[in-house]
Every structure is written in C-alpha cells, then in structure tokens.
C-alpha cells in the first residue's frame, strides 16, 4: 500500500511539474490542487494508523526473557527466553540514524519462524546501544548460570575418574602390604 501511494504521488508530482512549464494555469492549479488534497489524506490515514501502532507497541524485559507486544486489530505477544537467545543485533539504517534510533534483532538458533531468520525485532529504540548491551549481558549471565552442557561421552569420562583413582588406592595398598 505504502509504494501505491509514493508511486502516485511521484506521478502527480512529475504531473504537476510539467503542467507548471505550459502556459494553461488553470491545469497546474488544478493539479495542485490534485496533489495537495491526495498528501492531506495521506495524512489522514497514516497518521492515526501510526499513532495506535506505536502505541500498542511495548517491549518488557525480565529477568528470563524478551516479550514483544505489538499490533492494532490482532494483538501479538512474542516470547523468547534468554536460554533461547544465540545473539543480539544491532541494526541502524540510514532512516534510523538520522532519527538517531536503532533496533535490536533477537536471533535464535533455528526456532525463527519468519522469513528474516529473527525471532524479533526491537524498533525505534532511542537509548539502543544501551539496551543492545543490557540484553546481551543478560543473555551471556542465562547462559553462564545454566552451566556447561555435558554429553554422553563426557559424562562416562567423569565416571571413569573417581574409578581410576579408587583402582591406583587399591593398587597401592596392595602394594604396600607386600612390603
């Protein structure tokens, strides 16, 4: 929808550019007219649409987890734990930069199921550098406290320790008591 309206209005505005160059006034002033009228219902229908997004946009950070909470008509809440979390992204487009906001893209590993490879996008964020660093801290804190994973192998190998040790004892004091 939104590359209809930019399309037309390039049309009308490249319109209105050549109308002005001919000597007929009352087709430029006319297609101004055109152009100004289609800009302030433009306004009118992405200004409040931008308003009740915005506002039905929130992020909660807790101690295990992102929730995202986004939507007008359908309501989303999006939920990703910490544990889940591979990294954190900060992205900062041209537009972002001139408005001095950033986003923070929430990346986990294979659980994404939209076709950006994120499991969420944290928009418009004014303090981002701060909040990048916040959730990362957070995410490598999750993961040191969930200790390090063990396989099978790794944990036959810790089996086998305690069992060396009480054999070479008891070799020892075989030994000894032969001497």
């Known amino acids: ?81 910490f544990r889940a979390v591979t990294d954190f992204i900060l992205e900062r487009t041209l537009f972002d930069r001139w408005l001095n906001i ?24 004014l303090e981002y550098e701060r909040w990048h660093g916040e959730l990362r801290d957070r995410m490598q804190a999750m993961h040191a406290t969930a200790g390090p994973q063990t396989t099978g192998a790794d944990a036959a190998e810790d089996d086998l320790f305690p069992a060396m040790l009480a054999e070479l004892k008891a070799i020892r004091k075989a030994l000894e008591d032969r001497g």
Do not use: C
Not at 52 to 62: P, T
Not at 102 to 125: D, F, N, P
């Open 102 to 125: 950033g986003s923070v893209k929430i990346q986990t590993a294979g659980q994404s199921q939209s076709s950006t490879g994120y499991e969420g996008v944290m928009a418009g964020l």
């Open 1 to 81: 929808m939104t590359a209809t309206v930019i399309i037309g209005l390039a049309v009308l505005i490249i319109g209105v550019l050549f109308a002005t160059l001919e000597p007929d006034k009352e087709m430029a002033f006319a297609l101004w007219i055109i152009f100004f009228s289609s800009l302030g219902i433009t306004w009118a229908l992405v200004y409040p649409l931008t308003t009740l997004w915005i506002r039905n946009l929130s992020y909660v950070i807790s101690a295990d987890r992102v929730t995202l909470h986004k939507g007008i008509l359908t309501k989303t809440e999006q939920n990703t734990p």
